[in-house]
C-alpha cells in the first residue's frame, strides 16, 4: 500500500466514522458544503448493507434537487492527455462562474484501487479552485456496479449545485457504452496519426461520439491534426444519422496554447439548445433512466445475497472446495443457492 | 431480418422442436452426434426457464467426460485475419487427426443478432469439414451471460469428443478478460505496422497473451512483420513473469502462404506439455471454476426474478412509468423489487 493509497484509506475510514443522519446530509448539500458532497459520495461507494440504506434514501432525497447540470462523458485512450485537457476545459468552465465536478468510471480502479483522477496532481490548478469537485473513480467488483454507482454520484452532485459533471473513462471499449448510458454530451479526444484506424471499436465508439477533438493540435502536430480532424468529419458523415438529429462535430484544440478550448464548451452549448428545443434532451434522459431501473433491480436483488456476511463466507467456503476438486463449479454453485433459498 | 438470420432462426425453432431427454441428449453427444450437439448448445444458449433447468442438468452430466480437451483463446482487432487464420490453423489441426470445435463470444451480437461467426462462408473449407464444428455467439443481454453460456458449450464439445476447442472474439477489451477465464492458451494475433502502440488497453491484453502472431506476414509485408515481431518480443520481457512460468512467443505467420501455422500449435503443445509438468494447467482451470462459481451464482439468483414471466411483465411496465416521468427509476426499482419479495 503506497502513501497515497493509504491516504485514500484513512480519509474514508474518517469520513465514514463521522456519519451523520439523511437530513444533516442532505441540508450539507443543499449548502455546498464540500466535505459532506465527500462523505455523501463515500456512503453512496459503500457496500455495507447499513450505509447501502442510507445511501439509497439520500439519493432518493437528492432527486427533486437534481437533473439541472449538464452531464458530459469524456474518453479517449491513455496518452491522448485527457487530464490536461479536463485542467483547461474547467478553468473556461470556472472562468463563466460555473461550478464543476469531475468524476471517472475506471474499471481497472477494481483491482489496483483506483488509477485515473487517483493522483490530484494530474489536475493541480483545476483540483484547488473552490468552484470544483474533484472525485477518482469507485473502486468495485463489476464495472456495471461502479458505473451505478458514479451515476448516483451525479445526482448527489447535482443536489450539491453543481452545474457541469465531467465524466472521465479510459478509451477500453465497454466502460464508454456505459458512461454513454448516463451522459447528455460523449465527448470523444483524439491523438492525430490515427486517422486510418476508422475500425472495430473505434469506430463504435465514433458513432457515439457527440463531438470528436483533436488534441494537442499544436506546434508540429498542428497540421497533422487539421487533416486528421477533416477525415474524421468526413468519415462521420457517413455514420447513420443520430436519434438526437445532431450532426457530430469534428475539430481540433491545444491545451497547451489554450486554442479552442472554450470552443467546447460552445458546441455543447448548441447541442444543448438544439436538443431541448427538438425534445431530444428529456427523452435521452427518461430512456437512461428506463435501462437503469433495470440495473439497478439487479444491484437489489444480488445483495439479498452479497449483504448477507453468512452467506457470502458460504460462497467463500465453497470457492475453497472448488479449487482443491472437491466440487465442480456448477454443483457448488448449486449447493450456496440452495443455502440462500432456504434462509428466506 | 435477412436471409441468413431468417433460416438460424428457423433451425433454432426446428431444433427446440424437437426436443429430447437428458438420456437422448448425453447418448448422443457421447455418439459425436453433430445435430444433437448442435440441439444441445441451442438448449444451453435459451433463457426458457424449462430449457434451463435441462441445460444445468445436461452440463453437469457432460462433467464426468469433459476437460480433456485444449482450450484456445483466439482474439486481435476486426481486420486482423482472424477467420482466415482459423481456417488454415484448423486444417493443420485436422491434419493431426484432432476435432475442432470453434465457438464465439462477440459482444455486438446481443443487438446484431451474431456477427462473428455468424456467416460460415468465412470459412468454407473449414465448416464442411466432419471433424470440425463450428457454432456462431450466442445471442444474450449481457456480455457475462454470453461468455458464461460460452463456457457451458465448452463442456458439452468435450464430452462430444472435441480435442481442441477454439474460442474466437473481437479485441474490444472486456470480452478478451472472459474468454481468458476459460481457456488454456490465450493466442493474440496482430498486424505489422501497430508496433509503437503498447498502451492503454492494447497492453493490458498483451499481458494476458501466451502467444502474440503477427497476421500477413506475406510479400511486401513480410520484413515489417518480422520487425514488428521482434519489437513485441522485446516489449514483452519487460512484463512481469507469469504465474505459469510460461514465456510468451512472439512469431509471424502468413494464412495465405500457409507459414508458421503448424508452429502456432507446435507451441501451444509446449505450452501445454511445460504447464502439466509445472502444475499450472490443473491449478489454472481450478482457479477459472473458482471464478465462474460466483457467475454461475449470481445468475441463478437473477434468474427468480427474470425466469418469472409476470415480474418481467411489471418490470417492463415500471419501466414505462419511468418513461412516461411518472416514477424515477430509484423508486420504480424499489416498487418492482417488493412485488418480488412478496411474491415468495
Chains 1, 2 share one sequence.
Not at 14 to 32: F, H, I, M
Amino acid at each position: 500500500m503506497d502513501q497515497q493509497h493509504l491516504e485514500n484509506w484513512l480519509n474514508k475510514r474518517k469520513e465514514r466514522r463521522a456519519s451523520r443522519t439523511l437530513d444533516a446530509l442532505l441540508t450539507g448539500l443543499k449548502n455546498g458544503d464540500r466535505q459532506i458532497l465527500a462523505e455523501s459520495i463515500t456512503l453512496v461507494e459503500s457496500t455495507r448493507p447499513e450505509d447501502m440504506r442510507l445511501a439509497a434514501e439520500l439519493v432518493q432525497a437528492c432527486l427533486p434537487f437534481s437533473g439541472k447540470s449538464i452531464r458530459v462523458g469524456i474518453t479517449g485512450v491513455p496518452g491522448v492527455g485527457k487530464s490536461t485537457f479536463i485542467e483547461s476545459f474547467g478553468k473556461v468552465l470556472v472562468d463563466q462562474g460555473l461550478k464543476v465536478a469531475v468524476l471517472a468510471i475506471d474499471p481497472s480502479s477494481s483491482t489496483s484501487g483506483g488509477s485515473i483522477l487517483g493522483d490530484k496532481t494530474r489536475m493541480q490548478d483545476l483540483s484547488v479552485n473552490e468552484q470544483v469537485f474533484i472525485r477518482p473513480s469507485a473502486a468495485g467488483v463489476t464495472l456495471g456496479g461502479v458505473a451505478r454507482k458514479t451515476r448516483e454520484s451525479i445526482y448527489v452532485c447535482e443536489a450539491a449545485g453543481f452545474d457541469v459533471i465531467l465524466i472521465e473513462t479510459v478509451g477500453v471499449g465497454q466502460s464508454e457504452t456505459l458512461v454513454h448510458s448516463m451522459v447528455d454530451f460523449f465527448l470523444l479526444l483524439m491523438l492525430a496519426g490515427a486517422g486510418d484506424e476508422l475500425q472495430g471499436i473505434k469506430r463504435g465508439i465514433m458513432e457515439m461520439a457527440d463531438a470528436l477533438v483533436i488534441t494537442k493540435a499544436d506546434g508540429d502536430n498542428a497540421k497533422k491534426a487539421q487533416m486528421a480532424s477533416r477525415e474524421y468529419a468526413n468519415a462521420m458523415h457517413l455514420f447513420p444519422p443520430k436519434q438526437s438529429d445532431w450532426t457530430a462535430q469534428s475539430f481540433t484544440c491545444s491545451s497547451y496554447q489554450n486554442e479552442n478550448i472554450d470552443k467546447v464548451w460552445q458546441v455543447i452549448e448548441s447541442f444543448v439548445n438544439q436538443t431541448k428545443i427538438n425534445g431530444w434532451f428529456e427523452t435521452h434522459r427518461k430512456l437512461q433512466d428506463k435501462y437503469w431501473l433495470a440495473e439497478t433491480l439487479k444491484e437489489m436483488i444480488l445483495n439479498d445475497f452479497f449483504g448477507d456476511d453468512d452467506l457470502v463466507d458460504e460462497l467463500k467456503k465453497a470457492e475453497e472446495k472448488v479449487f482443491s476438486g472437491e466440487l465442480n463449479s456448477f454443483h457448488a454453485a448449486e449447493l450456496v443457492y440452495e443455502l440462500f433459498k432456504n434462509k428466506k
